[in-house]
């Protein structure tokens, strides 16, 4: 019985870290969920920010549902241990054993849903990236137009004749 509950108490700890990365997770999602509300509602919105808001809409509330099923899942998994370390103490082996099961396996799920959700937040990135390499100002940044020694040097010879010009002209 005492190493039942040892293998239990294991498990333990990890639930609580889990729970607060999902937490997390849910407050970054609510910032970014408040900030979009605040674009969006500017009047300054063109076509193609309302195309990627609805697409980000999408993203963001299934992201939402999936922390919230994780959130759950081990919330209970996390009382699923709780009572399989109260019933090994009370020497209820085997029930304590199929709530242990039944913990494990809500981390799986909470687990596998969160790689999900993961999956969709890196489409979601993807998105931003799309549209920053859709744009053209960033073509002209990276690609800017070369400019040849022989046309450097007459524009300089162009700027010298205008200077002299107005050298000139503020003698008279």
């Given at each position: 019985?005492?190493?039942?509950?040892?293998?239990?108490?294991?498990?333990?700890?990890a639930?609580?870290?889990?729970m607060?990365?999902?937490?997390?997770?849910?407050?970054?999602?609510?910032?970014?969920?408040?900030?979009?509300?605040?674009?969006?509602?500017?009047?300054?919105?063109?076509?193609?920010?309302?195309a990627?808001?609805?697409?980000?809409?999408?993203?963001?509330?299934?992201?939402?549902?999936l922390?919230?099923?994780?959130?759950?899942?081990?919330?209970?998994?996390?009382?699923?241990?709780?009572?399989?370390?109260?019933?090994?103490?009370?020497?209820?082996?085997?029930?304590?054993?199929?709530?242990?099961?039944?913990?494990?396996v809500?981390?799986?799920?909470?687990?596998?849903?969160?790689?999900?959700?993961?999956?969709?937040?890196?489409?979601?990135?993807?998105v931003?990236?799309?549209?920053?390499?859709?744009?053209?100002?960033?073509?002209?940044?990276?690609?800017?137009?070369?400019?040849?020694?022989?046309?450097k040097?007459?524009?300089?010879r162009?700027e010298?004749?205008?200077?002299k010009?107005?050298?000139?002209?503020?003698?008279?």
């Amino acid at each position: 019985m005492q190493q039942d509950i040892l293998i239990i108490g294991v498990l333990f700890p990890a639930i609580p870290l889990m729970m607060i990365n999902f937490g997390n997770r849910y407050s970054v999602l609510a910032t970014l969920i408040r900030n979009l509300h605040d674009n969006a509602v500017r009047d300054n919105t063109t076509p193609d920010d309302a195309a990627r808001f609805l697409r980000q809409i999408a993203s963001l509330r299934k992201r939402l549902q999936l922390i919230g099923i994780v959130q759950t899942c081990a919330a209970t998994a996390f009382v699923a241990a709780l009572a399989a370390m109260i019933a090994m103490y009370l020497d209820h082996v085997s029930f304590g054993s199929w709530l242990f099961f039944t913990s494990i396996v809500l981390l799986m799920v909470a687990m596998s849903l969160f790689m999900l959700e993961i999956q969709i937040a890196n489409r979601a990135l993807d998105v931003h990236l799309s549209d920053l390499e859709d744009r053209q100002e960033w073509e002209a940044y990276l690609h800017p137009p070369r400019i040849s020694r022989r046309s450097k040097a007459a524009a300089k010879r162009a700027e010298l004749a205008a200077t002299k010009s107005n050298d000139d002209s503020s003698l008279l």
